[in-house]
């Protein structure tokens, strides 16, 4: 089983990035896909959430209405687009399969925002 993200880097306040997740090793259609994210000396917590038919999407508070979770089953790839981004969207963004009791984490992708 491996997700593989992608899509980090430095980015100015205020600028958009794109994080992709590729999976494989599981069947990707059968589970519901979340991004999660640390940043320095915090927990980790939930950004997103995508149900397994792309039927359902969630936010973090703190995330709605910039940020949109997405998935294509047909390239085993779930995506998380963030736009107007803060300096305290800064951490690592962590990939997240879950099904039945069965979950599997991402090695993260670094996200700093900064001038």
């Known amino acids: 089983v491996q997700l593989v993200e992608s899509g980090g880097g430095l980015v100015q306040p205020g600028g958009s990035l794109r994080l992709l997740c590729a999976a494989s090793?599981?069947?990707?259609?059968?589970?519901?896909m979340r991004w999660y994210r640390q940043a320095p000396g915090k927990e980790r917590e939930l950004v997103a959430n995508?149900?397994?038919?792309?039927?359902?999407?969630n936010y973090a508070d703190s995330v709605k209405g910039r940020f949109t979770i997405s998935r294509d089953n047909a390239k085993n790839t779930v995506y998380l687009q963030m736009n107007s981004l803060k300096p305290e969207d800064t951490a690592v963004y962590y990939c997240?399969?879950?099904?039945?009791?069965?979950?599997?984490w991402g090695q993260g992708t670094q996200v700093t925002v900064s001038s």
């Open positions: 997240h399969a879950r099904s039945l009791g069965r979950y599997y």
């Open positions: 090793g599981f069947t990707f259609s059968s589970y519901a």
């Open positions: 995508i149900g397994s038919a792309a039927g359902s999407t």
